[in-house]
């Protein structure tokens, strides 16, 4: 079984401050790792993802995370906050079984970002 | 636009009623996914349908059933619903059964339950 937590509910910052929205997950295998998006009345966008290989993993809009293994974290950064990155961010982790996977996603709760002019 | 579609946008029952929704998956995707987000549950996986089979099933109630059919677009089916299925419920596909390729979600369908 899987299960993720994103540390903080909320996290609000200055425009132009470092954004850091934390992810720690538990997988009895290695997991594949997600960051989703969520703006208000839409979906989820994929911002980025961890499978195997590199462990800094960049995305879209600036976003980077960053697979530590041995901290089972996967936490999310963005040098400098833009206006538009308040939303929803979502962490969330899948399987890897040897290769196979029927690869639903398991979500953490969620980290909503406030970004203050 | 993720090239996935939901039908309805919004829909509004009461309670005891039943209700279908409706998803288009991405051209070329065969899995298509059944998420349910709520504010006490959070996002919650319901269902997941690999070419018209179903592949594994989560959290789902009884009282819901899902199906993909052979143009591969999938239906959700709510019954005896109840307050607590208001939720917004969002369907997402990708090409592979599972592994590590992308979800791609759907606008969602905001259901309201009186």
Redesign the interface.
Known sequence: AQSVTQLGSHVSVSEGALVLLRCNYSSSVPP?LFW?VQYPN?????LL?Y??GATLVKGINGFEAEFKKSETSFHLTKPSAHMSDAAEY?CAV?L?AG????????????TILTVHP | D?G?TQTPKHLITATGQRVTLRCSPRSGDL?V?W?QQSLDQ????LI?YYNGEE??K?NILERFSAQQFPDLHSELNLSSLELGDSALY?C?S?V?????????????TRLTVL
């Not at chain 1, 290769?99 to 969620?110: A, D, E, I, M, N």
């Not at chain 2, 959070?42 to 996986?45: A, I, N, T």
């Not at chain 2, 592979?96 to 969602?108: D, K």
């Open positions: 594949y989703y839409q979906g989820l966008q994929l993802k499978t195997t979502f899948s890897n290769g196979t996977s029927y690869g639903k996603l398991t979500f953490g709760q969620g | 993720s996935v899995s996914y998420y959070g996002l919650q996986f997941q592949r594994a989560g969002f997402a990708s592979a059964m599972g592994g590590p390729g992308t979800q791609y979600f759907g606008p969602g």
